[in-house]
């Protein structure tokens, strides 16, 4: 049985706690608002996207790490343009503007893109994957063969979507961590990566707790492949975090009987959520702080 410092963020030295609230009434939030804090360090509205409430485009730090040409990654196991990812590379006024955020997100020079979704392409009038790929100057890879082949400057990678946004079966988000840390390290001038393991909303989300533990397992081997790459070296940040909580999920004992994982909700609640950091700038991650407080710290420690 793994307890709290048998996971891999054990490992990481500097930890601090985060509120999520959005810029609204409820201090309940959702991946869109969430991500957009820690992308560009600004509060914003339920369901907005790196965009502020009169419209204006917020800078985001992968923007920040475009400029300064650093290479940069966008790496989910929901669909690549989900709300995380998205608010790193497309701005829009709501999340589901989804193929506004599709063009955004393949025109923001991001050389890795990974992720579910290729069953809306091709379908209902849209252009087929390889097209989509192909215009935008990306190449393109659909199964762990492909990918492990790809060749070229910039790659979108495209999966099948899973159900509750668990692991794409052929390729686990280590895997696509591991492969995405070889792709983007060699660069002279740096990288800045997000991975993001879904799962652990899409399951809480189901109250699934079989494919909750899954993702949390993967998720963890994600982090000790990045902590162990970070830790060979003294100039990368690790920053483990998650965006907003989900399913207030409980662990009891009644004396005498056995342990049972008793879920809250089906929706994300109000809960502040653990940050972890390890190498240069991780002493900046400490305390209580919120989401916008991490989001304004990460882009200066990128600039
Ligand atoms: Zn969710």
Redo the contacts with the bound molecule.
């Keep these: 049985m793994l307890r709290g410092a048998d996971f891999q963020t054990g490992r990481l030295p500097y930890t601090g706690l985060v509120a999520t609230s959005p810029l609204d009434d409820s201090i309940v939030t959702?991946?869109a608002s969430a991500a957009t804090a820690f992308a560009t360090g600004v509060r914003v509205r339920y369901t907005a996207l790196s965009m502020d409430a009169a419209g204006n485009r917020l800078p985001t730090a992968l923007q920040a790490a475009e400029q300064l040409s650093k290479s940069t990654g966008l790496i989910t196991t929901a669909n690549f343009w989900d709300a995380t990812p998205a608010a790193f590379a497309a701005h829009a006024p709501t999340r589901y503007e989804t193929d506004l955020i599709v063009d955004q997100m393949l025109e923001s020079g991001t050389e890795i893109i990974a992720g579910g979704g290729l069953a809306r392409f091709g379908s209902e009038g849209r252009p087929t994957i390889d097209q989509v790929a192909g215009a935008a100057g990306y190449a393109l890879a659909r199964t762990a063969a492909e990918l492990a082949a790809v060749k070229g400057d910039r790659v979108l990678a495209v999966f099948d979507t899973q159900p509750q946004e668990i692991d794409f079966p052929e390729v686990r988000l280590p895997v696509l961590t591991r492969w995405a840390l070889d792709r983007l390290s060699p660069d002279p001038e740096g990288f800045f990566l997000v991975v993001e393991q879904e799962g652990t909303?899409?399951a809480?989300?189901a109250n699934h707790t079989q494919k909750f533990i899954d993702s949390m397992i993967s998720f963890d081997e994600a982090v000790g492949i990045a902590l162990d790459f970070a830790a060979a070296r003294n100039d990368v940040l690790l920053i483990v975090a998650a965006d907003?909580e989900?399913g207030g999920l409980q662990i009891h004992r009644e004396k005498g009987s056995e342990m049972e994982l008793v879920w809250a909700t089906k929706a994300?609640t109000g809960e502040a959520v653990p940050v972890f950091a390890y190498g240069p700038g991780a002493e900046q991650f400490v305390g209580f702080m919120n989401g916008e407080d991490l989001g304004r710290k990460l882009i200066g420690l990128v600039r």
């Design positions: 959702d991946s909303d899409g809480s989300h907003h989900c994300h």
